[in-house]
């Protein structure tokens, strides 16, 4: 099993669509969660922490299940720009701030 | 603030030659990363500084894969001899705590 698993889409939605991306991790001593995005050709970016309690950021909704070992973000009224990859980062513990990265989940948001 | 800095950003080499990749961290970052991105897949860590030690090499192919960090500063990243499979992205990330900050990568080819 990989320690962090992501559908690789692509996911094709029209603007104003809503989306959602599900992550699961392996380790269930990790520590911390973030979704990384990442533009074609460009380096990656941290988009959001996330939470147990959840983590709102404008149109965007990220929420951490520990018992499932599961994070999610959704993506409300998309927009063209929001066309990117995706990437679920997990920080596995164990001292160090090591980030294990999932393979990314690809969004195109079409007119 | 200025970001991290990598060069070259593009190489292109023959397999078995050999290729340096140079990192400027952001001013006052300990924490300095070193990332194998291939394409279609998350970045993988390779090597993980604090100041001018090594944390983490555990995913460093220790036989063709060297780095330094002299300093506490800068980093250099290199490959002896280069495989075709060491084609990807080299990110380099640093980061005063959790949340990772990359550079732009240098894109190597290896032919």
């Known amino acids: 099993r990989k320690e962090v698993e992501q559908d690789p889409g692509p996911f094709n939605v029209p603007e104003g669509a809503t989306v959602a991306f599900n992550c699961t991790y392996s380790?269930?001593?990790?520590?911390?969660f973030f979704w990384y995005r990442q533009d074609c050709r460009k380096e990656p970016k941290l988009l959001m922490s996330?939470?147990?309690s959840g983590n709102e950021d404008g149109r965007f909704t990220a929420q951490l299940n520990r018992a499932s070992q599961y994070i999610s973000l959704l993506i409300r009224d998309s927009k063209l720009s929001d066309s990117a990859t995706y990437l679920c980062?997990?920080?596995?513990?164990?001292?160090?701030?090591?980030?294990?990265f999932g393979t990314g989940t690809q969004l195109k948001v079409e007119l | 603030e200025a970001g991290v800095a990598q060069s070259p950003r593009y190489k292109i080499i023959e397999k078995r030659q050999s290729v340096a990749f140079w990192c400027n961290p952001i001013?006052?970052?300990?924490?300095l990363y070193w990332y194998q991105q291939i394409l279609g897949q998350g970045p993988k860590l390779l090597i993980q500084?604090?100041?001018?030690?090594?944390?983490?090499d555990s995913q460093l192919p220790k036989d063709r894969f060297s780095a330094e960090r002299l300093k506490g500063v800068d980093s250099t990243l290199k490959i002896q001899p280069a495989k075709l499979e060491d084609s990807a992205v080299y990110l380099c990330?640093?980061?005063?705590?959790?949340?990772?900050?990359f550079g732009p990568g240098t894109r190597l080819l290896v032919l």
């Open positions: 990330a640093s980061s005063p705590g959790e949340t990772q900050y």
């Open positions: 380790n269930s001593a990790s520590q911390s």
């Open positions: 996330v939470y147990s």
């Open positions: 980062v997990v920080n596995m513990g164990g001292g160090g701030n090591k980030l294990t």
């Open positions: 001013s006052g970052h300990a924490t």
């Open positions: 500084f604090q100041n001018n030690g090594v944390v983490d």
